[in-house]
């Protein structure tokens, strides 16, 4: 493990998502820690997206944006909020001179599958819907997220594509949750890893679930066809659960036609990019927003 993140282990809550409510204040409490990002270059401002229920979205605008991305937090479906997001959607959209557009979806267990899905599809819909408002390109739009946020981007892609949605861009995805069956070497074997490890992500499916059988929009890895797709950046973290279906996931989708960037990060664990004063933790923040900026570039 990466030195400057493996003296901050002591620090990370032993969070194992048996208490949903209990583990959403440790998440804020550990954001609320984080230093706080710079908007000086940028508007940011919350909205509200017509939909059923309405969602809650924070806008982070920086100046002379022209492409967007639609950005969900990560939390294992159960925890995060816009506040908690706040330090990473500022950053990526001081980094990549986009619009960000973070999404307040519903959390489960209360709201399992598909509540967060269809939140995050009604923001895209708002978003290409409302463009010219947004100063954005409607060709230009990314969807994104970390974690379980990467997983929900993933599915947004797949619906967007089965159901003749806005045409997405690109998709960003950060250590993403693809797979509910945890059948990978390292779903089997990192029982132990700091934050994230079998048996959260065993409870993070079974809160999203809510005791239904996986569809390919809740658990993108189980889709047969990923042809048609927009092409991905993929990041990885060495010591992660989700480290092998990510990087099948990133290789079945090159073999479907569609163009990857694969980054696996070695000496790091799931959300360690947290840690912003590890020098890793740094390029991983410099490197999603550098892409998304690439991306979405004429």
């Given at each position: ?138 060709e ?17 892609a ?18 993403p ?18 934050w ?5 992500v ?9 005791g ?17 797709l ?5 990041a ?45 933790s ?17």
């Amino acid at each position: 493990m990466d030195p400057e993140l493996e003296a901050f282990i002591p620090l990370f809550p032993r969070a194992d998502l048996t208490d949903p409510v209990s583990e959403r204040k440790s998440l804020a409490d550990l954001a609320a820690a984080v230093p706080a990002p710079d908007t000086a270059g940028m508007d940011v401002e919350d909205r509200t997206v017509p939909a059923d229920p309405d969602v809650a979205v924070r806008i982070y605008r920086p100046h002379r944006a022209q492409g967007a991305i639609v950005w969900l937090h990560g939390g294992g479906f159960v925890m995060g909020d816009l506040d908690t997001e706040h330090p990473w959607a500022a950053r990526i959209a001081d980094g990549s001179g986009a619009v960000v557009i973070s999404v307040n979806y519903r959390l489960a267990p209360e709201h399992p599958y598909p509540a967060a899905l269809d939140d995050a599809y009604a923001v895209l819909t708002w978003a290409a819907e409302h463009a010219a408002e947004l100063g954005i390109d409607p060709e230009r739009i990314a969807v994104g997220g970390h974690s379980a946020g990467g997983g929900l981007a993933a599915a947004l892609a797949l619906r967007a594509r089965d159901q003749q949605g806005p045409p997405i861009r690109w998709q960003l995805l950060n250590q993403p949750g693809l797979d509910d069956r945890q059948e990978t070497w390292s779903a089997r074997h990192f029982t132990e890893t700091p934050w994230m490890n079998r048996d959260k992500v065993t409870a993070s499916w079974r809160h999203y679930l809510g005791g239904t059988p996986a569809t390919a929009y809740a658990a993108p890895a189980r889709a047969t066809d990923l042809s048609g797709l927009p092409p991905a950046y993929i990041a990885t973290a060495e010591l992660c659960p989700n480290r092998d279906e990510d990087i099948a996931y990133a290789q079945r989708l090159l073999q479907a036609g569609v163009s990857v960037e694969l980054h696996q990060w070695p000496g790091t664990f799931h959300g360690s990019q947290a840690i912003l004063s590890a020098e890793v933790s740094q390029r991983q923040i410099a490197e999603l927003a550098a892409t998304l900026r690439r991306a979405l570039a004429e």
